[in-house]
């Protein structure tokens, strides 16, 4: 991290630098934890952003969170939770491992409180990020014909370009699991799967009704393009998705979708814009049929989480394929899906959803 270009974290509508102090190693411990101390607010607004009550004893304050990022408030040996004490004149309690609750700051002061509310809020952040994706917001591209044009076009390439560098059967899609992703998410709890659900559906009443105008958004499925920059060492080929009448509607959804989410947090923004993709080859599935070819690429702390993979040469079936006709969708349901869990139909398991019509 540069010391003139410090990291900025957004919480609650003000923005803070995140200043790293040296990190502790302790021998026989599973994972090194990170703590960020002096988080200096940037913008002017008042620290107004919290409820803090007033109590006989001085001020108190709640903070909702997955058990699963405890242990990351609690720290090694309760380090973490300690220095918070000691730093903000505070007190702090958290729940035991395994029970649900509500972490709760109490202390005599409330701009102590309210500085120990915001380095918890920027830790849970913090850790909230190196989890694995869990969920993902999506379509389906599952129909019928969809998938039997599918199913066709891998037959096609593997009698026409087999001989190619790393082309086999391998890399190809489950045509039940082909999707169209709008955003992944990391859902930690039940509250949090239930939380987005109504957040779809507020989607749905803000905008999508009108976008959609309650019917099917009718698309096409045609042509190829690829991820990087070498067509002779792909990774992920994937099937271009459109509107059928040229219209923007799917492009304007997907992207309000993406930008009401990233707003609330549950979404980390990657992107201003959803790239409409619909995979149907990715060197992942090489190794591991049930992998999906998203991951986090970064943790929290900048490390980057590599993923060995042998890329194939796409040329030929670029060449050949270039507007291979896959079939038209009516689009009518986004889907809080959950990754590598599937329904009794072979396609992912839905967690929750909203219809168009």
């Known amino acids: 991290m540069e010391v003139l270009r410090p990291q900025l974290v957004r919480i609650g509508g003000r923005i803070y630098r995140k200043n790293p102090i040296q990190e502790q190693t302790y021998q026989h411990e599973e994972e ?3 703590f960020y101390q002096g988080f200096v607010e940037c913008a002017e607004e008042p620290c107004d952003a919290y409820e803090v009550v007033q109590t006989q004893q001085g ?11 405890y242990k990351h408030i609690v720290g090694k040996r309760g380090d973490t939770r300690k220095k918070l004490e000691v730093e903000t004149k505070t007190s ?37 990020r190196k989890q694995p994706f869990t969920h993902f917001l999506a379509f389906f ?10 199913l066709k076009f891998q037959e096609e390439v593997l009698e026409k370009c087999s001989m190619d560098h790393g082309v086999d059967s391998t890399i190809f899609q489950n045509p039940k699991k082909l999707h169209l992703t709008i955003g992944m998410l990391v859902l ?46 792909v990774d992920v080929l994937y099937a ?22 990233q707003a609330s947090g549950l979404i980390v923004k990657e992107w201003n814009s959803v790239k409409l993709h619909a995979t149907v080859m990715n060197t992942l599935f090489r190794k591991d049929p049930n992998a999906e ?55 992912y398991a839905s967690c929750g959803q909203i219809d168009f019509s």
């Open 32 to 34: 090194d934890e990170d």
């Open 59 to 69: 001020f108190r304050c709640t903070v909702k969170a997955p058990s699963l990022l």
């Open 92 to 128: 702090i309690s958290i729940p035991k491992p395994g029970q649900d609750g509500e972490i709760v700051i109490t202390g005599q002061h409330r701009g102590g409180v309210i500085s120990a509310r915001t380095r918890i809020d920027v830790l849970l952040l913090t850790f909230r």
């Open 141 to 150: 591209l599952n129909e019928v014909e969809v998938q039997e044009r599918f």
């Open 188 to 233: 930690l709890s039940e509250q949090e799967i239930q939380q987005t659900c109504e957040m779809l559906q507020q989607c749905k009443e803000d905008f999508i009704d009108d976008i959609s105008g309650g019917k099917p958004l009718e698309v096409e499925m045609a042509g190829i393009e690829y991820m990087n920059d070498d067509p002779g060492m």
């Open 240 to 261: 271009k998705v459109h509107m059928k009448d040229g219209s923007n509607r799917l492009q304007e959804l997907v992207d309000r979708v993406l930008e009401h989410f």
């Open 293 to 347: 070819g998203r991951y986090n690429l970064y943790t929290a702390d900048g490390k980057y989480i590599f993923k060995e993979r042998e890329s194939f040469d796409g040329r030929n079936i670029l060449k050949l394929f270039e507007n291979f006709y896959f079939g038209t969708l009516k689009l009518n349901s986004i889907h809080i899906s959950q990754r590598f869990t599937v329904d009794s139909f072979g396609n």
